[in-house]
């Protein structure tokens, strides 16, 4: 079991409305869980995301995450 620490980043919140902006949660995942599996035991349909950064590294869906690891997840951004 390893314990990995999430950060979502603006609409991403409101799939957890009691998180605060800049808090992070923590989720357990099996050995060898990917980014993936964190998006799918989110509950976060994955159209929703854009970009995942593991430590401040840009990561893919299929990444194994470790103990302690730091995920940040943004969704597409606009503007104009």
Do not use: C, W
Not at 6 to 33: I, K, S, Y
Not at 57 to 68: A, Q
Request: glycine share 10%; hydrophobic share 45%; proline share 6%.
């Amino acid at each position: 079991m390893i314990t990995v620490h999430v950060r979502l980043f603006a609409t991403l919140l409101r799939f957890f409305p009691d998180l605060q902006l800049g808090e992070t949660m923590q989720v357990n995942l099996p050995d060898g869980a990917t980014v993936g599996q964190l998006i799918d035991r989110l509950n976060i349909p994955v159209e929703e995301i854009k970009i995942v950064f593991v430590n401040n590294i840009f990561r893919d869906m299929g990444y194994s995450l470790k103990n302690g690891d730091m995920v940040s997840i943004f969704p597409p951004v606009g503007g104009g």
